[in-house]
């Protein structure tokens, strides 16, 4: 059983333009939600993380939004640029009882310039 | 600050042989996690090493074993490689206490080739 489904699979934008990303969870127990981004060849970066206290977190061009009641959350790259273009995991835990992080199976973007 | 860093970059084995894998945590950290990598895929967690012991462990068989030194530095073991194995393998490490064990870290990683 998956525990964080991510959608789309992959995602062409045009420069400028918003990137939108989904994912979801089963597990009422997580409590921590970052937000992964990966070049080939490279690990995964940390690039936002959200508790499921607040709604919305943003950091600069990246926001995060979180629907606790949906359990739902999505990452929304504004103004996305070419090298916004990467691999893009979200990912779930539960804090200090539990500090594994689930990945989602990634969602690939691409800018078009 | 110094980040994660991974030893070796690649690395081809045979199958049925041994191999190890070595991570330097970022500094001022104390838990080191390992993580498997298929192609296409998102991580999946191997085990979590804090202050020596382990700490948490996924769905991988026991011949996937670690270690954690003193340092904080840490070793992933495989014994009896499959070809299944191959794979890139992430080490993430994670800040001192204050509740932030879930930020985690990672490595370029060492991607594993089992042939």
């Known amino acids: 059983q998956q525990q964080v489904k991510q959608s789309p699979q992959s995602l062409i934008v045009q420069k400028g333009g918003i990137s939108i990303i989904n994912c979801a969870y089963e597990n009422t127990a997580f409590d921590y939600f970052p937000w992964y981004q990966q070049f080939p060849g490279k690990g995964p970066a940390l690039l936002i993380a959200?508790?499921?206290?607040?709604s919305e977190k943003k950091e600069g061009r990246f926001t995060i939004s979180f629907n606790k009641s949906a359990k739902q959350f999505s990452l929304h790259i504004m103004d996305s640029q070419p090298g916004d273009s990467a691999t893009y995991f979200c990912?779930?835990?539960?804090?200090?009882?539990?500090?594994?992080?689930?990945f989602g199976k990634g969602t690939r973007l691409h800018i078009l310039p | 600050e110094t980040g994660v860093t991974q030893s070796p970059t690649h690395l081809i084995k045979t199958r049925g042989q041994q191999v190890t894998l070595r991570c330097s945590s970022q500094?001022?950290?104390?838990?080191v996690s390992w993580y498997q990598q298929a192609l296409g895929q998102g991580p999946q967690f191997i085990f979590q090493?804090?202050?020596?012991?382990?700490?948490g462990r996924g769905n991988f068989p026991p011949r996937f074993s670690g270690l954690q030194f003193p340092n904080y530095s840490s070793e992933l073991n495989v014994n009896a490689l499959e070809l299944d194995d191959s794979a890139l393998y992430l080490c993430?490490?994670?800040?001192?206490?204050?509740?932030?064990?879930?930020?985690?870290?990672f490595g370029p990683g060492t991607r594993l080739t089992v042939t």
């Open positions: 090493y804090y202050r020596e012991e382990e700490n």
């Open positions: 959200i508790r499921p206290d607040v």
């Open positions: 993430a490490s994670s800040p001192q206490g204050g509740g932030r064990l879930s930020e985690q870290y």
């Open positions: 500094s001022g950290h104390n838990t």
């Open positions: 990912a779930a835990s539960m804090g200090n009882r539990d500090d594994k992080i689930i």
